[in-house]
Structures are given as structure tokens and as C-alpha cells.
């Protein structure tokens, strides 16, 4: 570990718990937020408290930030009392956000003409690994930077990829939840029609848990979710529409086909349509279940 002073900004479900994991490891870490009670809750914890972005970037040698959108990453950067304000040579601003490639490099040219660097490192897994260090890290940036900043992303993240120059670690997490994102509301509509027709949902998961149908989403969200139902948030289905929202407009300015993308964001926009944005994403499943008359649930539910 550096003496270097770290700067967090978005203390959400993720940031929230890498900031508190930052401190735990004995960083001195400085922390900021529009939420003042998840300001104190890591002031509580060894943090110090900053009132904006700015003075977190002028205070800090390494500014990270997770926030929930594109236009929230321009509003602490690049908005008025934002980081690039506080930014001088030699600081690292390292946004861990899943947001759009161009949001991403706009960003980085403003913090470049502060004399300053930039990476992004949108993350994979949730709440729990960013509490305990144990990330997947998707890394985008000067390769000479990545390894200025190892010691802070050995701290956050056991898994590190290097996808190539800043804005590749946000295009790889888009692509990734494409994936991941589409993959839970395909499960939620599959797993609704096998109750519909008379399954049990939890020897329904147990079979597929044991053919090419096993998936993470299986054994995580379906069974400590959807079986409890308890949709309290790791992963917010407002978050889950705006990576797939994210992926529809990078296949547009590509001309790459998003079919069953599609489908899925069209699903979850249902589902947003419900007031459902803040539980977790797997409460889409239960547009499945308003249109086929069932609820999903476990035994014991
Ligand atoms: P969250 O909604 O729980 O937290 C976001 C935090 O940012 C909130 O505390 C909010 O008050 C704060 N915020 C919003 N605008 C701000 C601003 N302008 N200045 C300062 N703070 C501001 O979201 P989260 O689940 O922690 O996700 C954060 C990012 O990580 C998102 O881009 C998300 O897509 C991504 N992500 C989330 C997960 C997950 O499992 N939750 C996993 C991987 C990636």
C-alpha cells in the first residue's frame, strides 16, 4: 500500500463498500457524496468528509468514483465544483462506472488538459466483493498509469483485465451486461413459465444448475431473491435498464445487431413502467408473473 491519499465519490451499494474496504486496508481515504447520511456512515467508519468533488480531486492523489449514470459522471467531473476542477499534475482520476465509451473519453480530455490522468475500471460481481476487495476489474487506460495505480486496484479487485486504451473498460462492461443483464430476464420469464406449468421452481433450478443452463444468476439471484422474495437491491433494476439501454445505443452506432437485447430492455422497461427501478434487477420477473397469473417463490416463502 501507498501513503497516497485515495478520494471516493458514489457511496452507493458499490462505492460504499470499496470506500470502506479502502479504509479497512489503512488508506487514508476522503469521501464524498450528494447523500449525507452515506457520508457519515464511512466518516463513521475513518473517512474524512469533502462538500464537493472538487475538493476531494484538490485534497487527494487518486480520485475513484461510482456513480449510477453517464450524466451523474459528468455532473461530479466535469460539472461546476466538479473533480477536473480540483485536478493538477500527477493525480489519477479512476471512474469505476458502467457508463458510455464517450462520456468516458470526454471526461478524460478534460482531466488531461488539468496536467492530470485517467482510467476506466467499470467492475464486475457486487456489493459483497466490492466490501471484501475481491472485484472483477475491466481496465481501460495508459498501460504506464495502470501501473502507477496497482497498489489502489490490487485493493479493490482480484481479477484485473486490461481491455486496451481509456474507454475499453467501459465498452467491455456494456458488452459484458449485455450479457448478464439479458441472461437474468430470460431466466425470470423461464423459470415463471415452468411454475405456470406445474414445476417446482427450486428442482427446476437444481436441474439446470447441472446442465449448459447453470448460470451465477441461478445460484445467486434466483435463489436469494426471487425464491425469498426479497428484492431489496445488490444490483438495481434501474442500473440493469441502463447497461441494456447502454448496449442499444452502442449497437446502433455500429450497425451491430442487438436482437435479444432488445427484447430484455424492452422487458425491464415494463418492469421500470411498474415503479420497480429500485429493487433489484430480478424483480423484472414479475411482469412474467403478472402475465401468467403465477408467483415464483421457494418452500419456505
Ligand atoms: P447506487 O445507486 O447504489 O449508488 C450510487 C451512489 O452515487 C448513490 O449513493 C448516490 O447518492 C451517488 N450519486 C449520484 N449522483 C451523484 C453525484 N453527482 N455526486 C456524488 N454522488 C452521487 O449504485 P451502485 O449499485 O453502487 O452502482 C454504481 C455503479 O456501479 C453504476 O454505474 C452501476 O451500474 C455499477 N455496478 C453496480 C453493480 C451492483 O451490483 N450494484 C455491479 C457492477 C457495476
Redesign the pocket.
Known amino acids: 500500500m501507498s501513503d497516497r491519499k485515495i478520494g471516493y ?7 460504499g463498500g470499496m470506500a470502506s474496504h479502502l479504509v479497512a486496508s489503512g488508506y487514508d481515504v476522503m469521501v ?4 449525507a447520511e ?1 457520508v457519515q456512515e464511512l466518516v463513521d467508519k475513518g473517512a474524512t468528509a469533502a462538500s464537493s ?1 472538487r475538493e476531494v480531486a484538490e485534497q487527494c492523489d487518486v480520485i475513484v468514483s ?3 449514470t453517464p450524466q ?1 459522471v459528468e ?2 467531473a466535469t460539472g461546476e465544483n466538479g473533480i477536473v476542477q480540483g485536478l493538477s499534475a500527477g493525480k489519477v482520476y479512476i471512474d ?4 458510455d465509451p464517450d462520456t468516458t473519453r470526454r471526461v478524460g480530455e478534460a482531466v488531461r488538459a488539468k496536467g492530470a490522468e485517467m482510467l476506466d475500471v ?6 459483497a466483493q466490492a466490501a471484501t476487495g475481491t472485484l472483477t476489474l475491466m481496465i481501460g487506460g495508459d498501460a504506464s498509469v495502470v501501473e502507477d495505480c496497482k497498489d489502489v486496484l490490487d485493493t479493490l479487485g482480484d481479477q484485473q483485465f486490461y481491455c486496451g486504451e481509456l474507454g475499453l473498460g467501459v465498452t467491455t462492461k456494456i458488452v459484458n451486461n449485455l450479457v448478464s443483464c439479458s441472461v437474468a430476464t430470460l431466466l425470470g420469464e423461464a423459470v415463471t413459465m415452468g411454475v405456470a406449468a406445474g414445476l417446482n421452481p427450486e428442482r427446476l433450478q437444481e436441474v439446470m444448475d447441472n446442465t449448459a443452463a447453470s448460470t451465477l444468476h441461478g445460484r445467486t439471484g434466483l435463489t436469494a431473491k426471487v425464491f425469498e422474495r426479497n428484492f431489496e437491491p ?3 433494476l434501474a ?1 440493469s435498464h ?2 441494456l439501454g447502454l448496449a442499444a445505443q452502442l449497437a446502433a452506432s455500429l450497425g451491430a445487431a442487438n436482437m435479444v437485447g432488445s427484447a430484455a430492455y424492452q422487458v425491464q422497461t415494463l418492469a421500470m413502467g411498474k415503479g420497480l427501478g429500485n429493487e433489484d434487477q430480478y424483480s423484472a420477473i414479475k411482469v412474467a408473473e403478472e402475465t401468467a397469473g403465477v408467483e415464483v417463490k421457494g418452500d419456505e416463502s
Open positions: 465519490i458514489g457511496l452507493g451499494n458499490m462505492g464524498y457524496d450528494v447523500r452515506a468533488p461510482s456513480l449510477p451523474s455532473n461530479a469505476m462506472s458502467s457508463i467499470p467492475v464486475g460481481m457486487g456489493p445488490g444490483f438495481k442500473l441502463k447497461d
